[in-house]
């Protein structure tokens, strides 16, 4: 019987080198007038406070390209509309923007353009519109009415003087206050600029947007949703192999990749000790509890014919219940943890599994309370234990 080594922490390496190219990256132009509330936004939107704590490189003489280690996206802020040369900015800022959205690789494209108008001045520059309409030419643009306090049908002027745009919406990226602190407005229009941005950014880039945005977490909740799906069906096919035993050493490095993957859709800070102590967790305890039932497959796989398909089936059953166990449980412990405090630190996540607790049935583990996230409220208790029949998440805050 041939002998699978399986390395942890070359897998861990790997998994993390995997996950953290797969989100790629999504890269949005903010466009506006000095004054419009654009930084404000960025720090608002986007995980990490981007527009204070980020790197900004020049990339022409009145726009600035914003990373931040960690978090997926670009932006690329633009300024100098209201300056009397604009055309000529406009012309630079055009001339890069089609060079770069006709390079070959698409992570170098601009995605999506947010274009922001404040709403306090009632009124927009010849130089606002003819900028817009040359990006609408490259991408998506969304135009963001700021500080949004009282329409008085600004708005509907805008969609007339706009039409080019893909949307129109109002916001306020923070609480406003008026007369003299009595009345208090909250945040607004954020969580529909997040859903209209998911809806024209490229489906390539969606990942990375619902990552590195900290306003709505069911756009990461979906994302995780669907690597778990991707990892489930791999897994499956991978334990239909006919080669007794071979299917152990191929699945795990699928299910490492999938914790890594999900992690980085709820912009966790995936260093190779947060992986490692998840992985530990989690595939330590595996052994043991789903050892008689995978042994069991891999024994039947060894008479022919017959022997295989039953076992495969067995094995597929087995793989695609535990991997999707794993995966929609800690999308749900996540999800538990984030909901109410998107910028809260996870310093590390153990997960401990019971055989007799856990059902291997697909169809059990898939419609559970696992996977019905609206009802995850009581997944997690108050001391930071998340637990679901045979899997129970021990969580450390920073």
């Known amino acids: 019987m041939p002998e699978h080594v399986i390395n942890i922490d070359t897998l861990i390496n790997e998994a993390r080198e995997r996950a953290l190219k797969a989100i790629g990256i999504a890269n949005v132009l903010i466009a506006g007038k000095t004054g419009v509330g654009k930084s404000t936004l960025i720090n608002a939107v986007f995980q990490g406070r981007m527009a204070a704590t980020g790197q900004g490189k020049p990339v022409t003489q009145s726009t600035t390209k914003i990373t931040k280690d960690g978090v997926p996206v670009a932006i690329y802020d633009t300024r100098g509309l209201e300056v009397k040369n604009y055309k000529s900015i406009i012309d630079e800022l055009m001339k890069f923007i089609e060079t770069t959205n006709s390079d070959t690789d698409p992570l170098r494209h601009i995605h999506v353009a947010w274009l922001c108008i404040a709403e306090g001045a009632r009124r927009f520059e010849d130089a606002e519109i003819e900028l817009g309409e040359a990006l609408?030419?490259?991408?998506?643009?969304?135009?963001?009415?700021?500080?949004?306090?009282?329409?008085?049908?600004?708005?509907?002027?805008?969609?007339?003087?706009?039409?080019?745009?893909?949307?129109?919406?109002?916001?306020?990226?923070?609480?406003?206050?008026?007369?003299?602190?009595?009345?208090?407005?909250?945040?607004?229009?954020?969580?529909?600029?997040?859903?209209?941005?998911?809806?024209?950014?490229?489906?390539?880039?969606?990942?990375?947007?619902?990552?590195?945005?900290?306003?709505?977490?069911?756009?990461?909740?979906?994302?995780?949703?669907?690597?778990?799906?991707?990892?489930?069906?791999?897994?499956?096919?991978?334990?239909?192999?006919?080669?007794?035993?071979?299917?152990?050493?191929?699945?795990?490095?699928?299910?490492?990749?999938?914790?890594?993957?999900?992690?980085?859709?709820?912009?966790?800070?995936?260093?190779?000790?947060?992986?490692?102590?998840?992985?530990?967790?989690?595939?330590?305890?595996?052994?043991?509890?789903?050892?008689?039932?995978?042994i069991l497959a891999n024994l039947v796989k060894f008479f022919p014919a017959i022997g295989w398909v039953a076992g495969s089936a067995l094995s597929a059953a087995v793989a695609i219940s535990l991997t999707t166990a794993f995966?929609?449980?800690?999308?749900?412990?996540?999800?538990?943890?984030?909901?109410?405090?998107?910028?809260?630190?996870?310093?590390?996540?153990?997960?401990?599994?019971?055989?007799?607790?856990?059902?291997?049935?697909?169809?059990?583990?898939?419609?559970?309370?696992?996977?019905?996230?609206?009802?995850?409220?009581?997944?997690?208790?108050?001391?930071?234990?998340?637990?679901?029949?045979?899997?129970?998440?021990?969580v450390k805050l920073a």
Not at 192 to 217: H, S
Not at 357 to 381: A, C, E
Not at 384 to 394: D, Q, S, V
Request: net charge positive.
């Open 327 to 394: 995966g929609e449980a800690y999308i749900a412990t996540l999800y538990a943890l984030l909901k109410d405090a998107p910028d809260r630190k996870i310093e590390e996540v153990r997960v401990e599994l019971s055989a007799k607790k856990l059902g291997y049935g697909y169809g059990h583990i898939y419609n559970s309370v696992v996977y019905r996230i609206t009802d995850v409220s009581r997944f997690l208790n108050k001391a930071n234990h998340a637990t679901y029949p045979g899997l129970r998440f021990n």
């Open 136 to 294: 609408s030419r490259q991408m998506p643009v969304i135009v963001l009415i700021t500080t949004a306090v009282s329409d008085q049908g600004f708005e509907a002027i805008i969609k007339e003087h706009f039409r080019f745009a893909a949307n129109v919406v109002r916001i306020n990226s923070l609480e406003y206050t008026l007369d003299g602190g009595k009345i208090t407005l909250p945040p607004r229009g954020l969580e529909d600029l997040i859903d209209l941005t998911m809806e024209v950014i490229p489906d390539a880039q969606k990942k990375a947007f619902a990552a590195a945005q900290r306003i709505k977490l069911s756009h990461k909740v979906d994302e995780a949703h669907k690597i778990v799906l991707a990892a489930a069906t791999t897994a499956g096919t991978i334990a239909m192999t006919p080669i007794p035993f071979a299917d152990a050493a191929v699945i795990v490095p699928v299910q490492i990749g999938m914790l890594a993957g999900i992690s980085v859709v709820f912009g966790l800070n995936l260093n190779r000790d947060f992986l490692a102590l998840l992985v530990s967790g989690t595939f330590i305890t595996v052994a043991g509890p789903l050892g008689g039932r995978a």
